[in-house]
């Protein structure tokens, strides 16, 4: 987390703002916290987004689709003002790092904990899906590793599989290359099992510290998606057996949610998290994390102001507050959505979140 800027506002809405978590396409996240000692994560947009009506539309979808979301591996939508001169969304903190994060630092996890983090995530997708959602960017960036267990944040993408309204053009996937799965990349239907294509990577990578679709470019990344089988390296055993039935390019083939959280947790998740799930460094970091966080001092004012963005994208536009999300980058090129600020909630971390790619 970043000290404010003086740049930075000191409040949005009810909630006085104790640092910067990241910053992405759509704007910027905050560490915030209620008059009443409530920890959030706060997400203000940009202001030149807020000029675009249709991004408004977006925007308010995304966020009352977000608050019908709940469950224990999922971090809840607990305020929201997309009507506001510049749309925020407040969403619970937890404090942990991002699988991406911890993976990064740590490398691969055991493999009672990748089972753990198998079995969460499966049992919030169930939930997701129950409530006729999609995920659409299910990644390890936006799963977030705590002491409870892990959270799937950043909603801010899902959209109701019976929605008549499309919320992305013809010819737009929305997604992360390398964990988008091959009906998103091509363009076709996408539901429910798409996000459990997306989970199977997730478990891959978690288990062998290496994405399962590696390159060094977003159209190499797509095209080994659609036509190659995953490297699943080192992963052996069940869960070898169980990402593999999860990255099945036929969406028929791949277990429905539920039915994937039965078999790595039979007696529920919530089973193998108690009594610790995480290796002993990461609870450490957590730990550490926790204690900083109790340890923040929001007595003194904040030296922040309004903020100016030195690049707008409308012209004129020059003061205004920020949030995180993702922009769609120029055809045809796919911009991976990566990145995320641990603890930042369902609508993600700072740098760009349910990015919109364009495929052609």
């Not at 060094?216 to 169980?242: C, F, I, M, N, W």
């Not at 999860?246 to 790595?264: G, I, N, V, W």
Request: proline share 10%; glycine share 14%; with cysteine.
């Amino acid at each position: 987390m970043q000290p404010l800027g003086a740049d930075e506002p000191a409040a949005v809405g009810p909630y006085r703002l104790l640092g910067r978590l990241g910053s992405g396409g759509m704007g910027r996240v905050y560490l915030g916290r209620s008059a009443g000692g409530r920890t959030v994560a706060v997400k203000i947009v940009h202001p030149h987004f807020a000029l675009d009506e249709e991004f408004r539309a977006r925007f308010r979808r995304e966020v009352e689709a977000a608050r019908r979301v709940g469950g224990a591996w999922t971090a809840p939508v607990l305020d929201a003002d997309p009507e506001a001169a510049v749309p925020w969304v407040a969403t619970a903190y937890a404090a942990g790092p991002s699988l991406a994060a911890a993976v990064a630092e740590f490398g691969a996890l055991p493999a009672h904990t990748v089972r753990a983090l198998g079995a969460g995530l499966a049992e919030a997708l169930t939930a997701v899906h129950e409530l006729g959602l999609v995920h659409r960017d299910v990644k390890p960036s936006n799963v977030l590793l705590t002491l409870d267990g892990p959270l799937l944040i950043d909603f801010g993408i899902a959209r109701a599989t019976a929605g008549t309204a499309s919320l992305t053009s013809t010819g737009v996937s929305v997604g992360s290359p390398g964990y988008m799965s091959p009906e998103q990349i091509l363009g076709k239907g996408v539901t429910g099992a798409a996000d459990v294509f997306s989970l199977g990577a997730v478990l891959a990578y978690a288990a062998t510290g290496e994405p399962p679709f590696p390159g060094d470019s977003s159209a190499a990344l797509l095209y080994k998606v659609v036509h190659e089988e995953p490297e699943l390296g080192s992963l052996t055993g069940e869960l070898r057996q169980e990402a593999a039935g999860c990255l099945a390019k036929d969406p028929a083939a791949r277990p429905a949610p539920a039915e994937l959280a039965r078999r790595l947790a039979p007696e529920g998740a919530a089973r193998l998290v108690t009594g610790g799930w995480l290796p002993g460094p990461l609870v450490e970091q957590v730990s550490r994390s926790a204690v900083h966080l109790l340890n923040l001092d929001t007595t003194d004012p904040a030296p922040s102001g309004p903020v100016r963005f030195s690049s707008p994208s409308v012209a004129g536009t020059s003061a205004g507050t920020p949030a995180g999300g993702a922009t769609a980058p120029p055809p045809p090129v796919v911009a991976p959505t990566t990145g995320g600020a641990p603890g930042a909630g369902p609508f993600g971390g700072g740098s760009p979140v349910g990015g919109f790619a364009k495929v052609e």
